[in-house]
């Protein structure tokens, strides 16, 4: 994931977990399935909290100012769900398995910087530079004709809280713990 990010977190009792795939590998066995195993349950963890809005605990998401709104005109407030319009962020999570470690992050491709600002937040002053806009609407009322209108360069302070979709949480641990255990009675039998 080289332009994207991952976070490595140390989950406390997956340690002896894992201290005992170290020795299945040394009596020859191979711990390549059972990382597998954690990938695929991180990955689609991490997916499904782009679909219920909610980040590593159960955590609800901050909802947009298109949510907060009220409704004007006959426009309505937006109940689009968070962090899904466009599904680039959705779509940049990406699972790697290595010898010893699983690595699940978004590879940002597309937009790593939204990665970023969306897992972590962010609180920073940026550049708007000169440009043109259509106007439609004045005061919460249809504007007829719309016009367009010269918006001159000013700063602007992004305040985006954090959302974060990435993340081990109690759920994803006894869910690796299981599919660790099944694993282990499928190879070595009862």
């Known amino acids: 994931m080289a332009r994207g990010f991952a976070t490595t ?3 406390e009792g997956l340690e002896k977990a894992l201290t005992a795939l170290r020795r299945i590998r040394d009596l020859g066995g191979d ?3 059972f990382l597998e195993d954690a990938r695929g349950i991180l990955v689609a963890s991490t997916l499904e909290r782009f679909r219920t809005g909610r980040g590593p ?6 909802p947009t100012k298109r949510q907060r709104a009220n409704a004007v005109g006959e426009r309505g407030p937006n109940r689009e769900a968070i962090l899904v319009r466009t599904g680039d962020l959705r779509g940049s999570i990406r699972g790697v398995v290595g010898a010893n470690y699983v690595e ?3 590879d940002g491709l597309k937009d790593p910087v939204k990665a970023l600002a969306n897992q972590f937040g962010s609180h920073r002053q ?3 530079v000169r440009h043109r806009r259509r106007q ?3 005061f919460g009322a249809p504007l007829e004709p719309p016009r367009d209108v010269l918006v001159r360069g000013h700063g602007r302070i992004t305040n985006l809280p954090a959302r974060p979709f990435v993340g081990v949480d109690d759920t ?3 869910e690796i713990r299981q599919a660790w255990q099944e694993r282990i009675i499928r190879t070595f039998g009862k």
Do not use: L
């Open 9 to 11: 977190i140390a989950v």
């Open 31 to 33: 711990i390549i399935p």
């Open 57 to 62: 605990g159960g955590i609800p998401w901050k």
């Open 104 to 106: 699940v992050g978004s």
């Open 126 to 128: 940026t550049v708007v």
């Open 136 to 138: 439609t609407m004045a």
């Open 172 to 174: 994803d641990k006894a």
